[in-house]
């Protein structure tokens, strides 16, 4: 089936860039979305890329080779409220469900 | 203010009881989807909707149902037939973007529902 892969949990210190990969199967392959979930919280939207290069907002910025069926979240200064935990999603259909990969958490440092 | 809302935000389950989760959204989204979440884990879809009157089952839809009779509404049930019902329950809804880029697909989520078995 239709399964992305990205690493379990990530540590960085504050004001630094961390960069979180997810990879993914490529049949029927559409976009690739990423989310944030605060401990106990909602998932929030970030980022989406249908086509290969990055897409910037603010201090996040993501990044798809669709060459390579990979993708990357970067977080730029990071912050102590950056530490959540993030998801890759991807669209194997126009408008269609998403599939979730299994979160990367993000711890954030002084 | 426009958004999705769960309730309950705790539910407990006797067992051999079903239970509803409700969630209801006033986004004017053509699309909701019932996620399951366990510790540690990413979410797993249950059901979706693209239309009133209208669902597919996810990956995990064993024990589970739900119906689509308003736009605004997409309540879950857990069945006494979910033998593990205990997670994290997110429901969420979507509007396409029909952009150039492709279609988006942003998902909204409501707060969650815990769901603990008695």
Request: proline share 3%.
């Amino acid at each position: 089936g239709q399964s992305l892969e990205q690493p379990s949990e990530v540590t960085a210190v504050e004001g630094a860039i961390v960069q979180i990969n997810c990879t993914y199967q490529t049949s029927g392959f559409y976009g690739l979305s990423w989310y944030q979930q605060h401990d106990g919280g909602a998932p929030t939207f970030l980022s989406y890329n249908a086509l290969d290069g990055l897409e910037e907002t603010g201090r996040f910025s993501s990044f798809l080779s669709r060459s390579d069926s990979y993708g990357y979240l970067l977080l730029q200064e990071l912050q102590m409220k950056d530490s959540a935990s993030y998801f890759c999603a991807s669209c194997y259909n126009q408008g269609g469900k998403l599939i979730f990969g299994q979160g990367t958490e993000l711890s954030v440092k002084p | 203010d426009g958004g999705i809302t769960q309730s309950p935000k705790y539910l407990f389950r006797k067992e051999g009881q079903n239970v509803t989760l409700s969630c209801e959204q006033n986004l004017n989204h053509d699309a909701m989807y019932w996620y399951r979440q366990d510790p540690g884990q990413g979410l797993r879809l249950i059901y979706y909707s693209q239309i009133v009157n209208d669902f597919q089952k996810g990956d995990i839809a064993e024990g589970y149902s739900v119906s689509r009779e308003k736009k605004e509404s997409f309540p879950l049930t857990v069945t006494s037939a979910q033998k593990n019902p205990t997670a994290f329950y997110l429901c969420a809804s979507s509007l396409r973007d029909r952009s150039e880029r492709g279609a988006k697909n942003i998902q909204y989520f409501g707060a969650g529902t815990r769901l603990s078995v008695l």
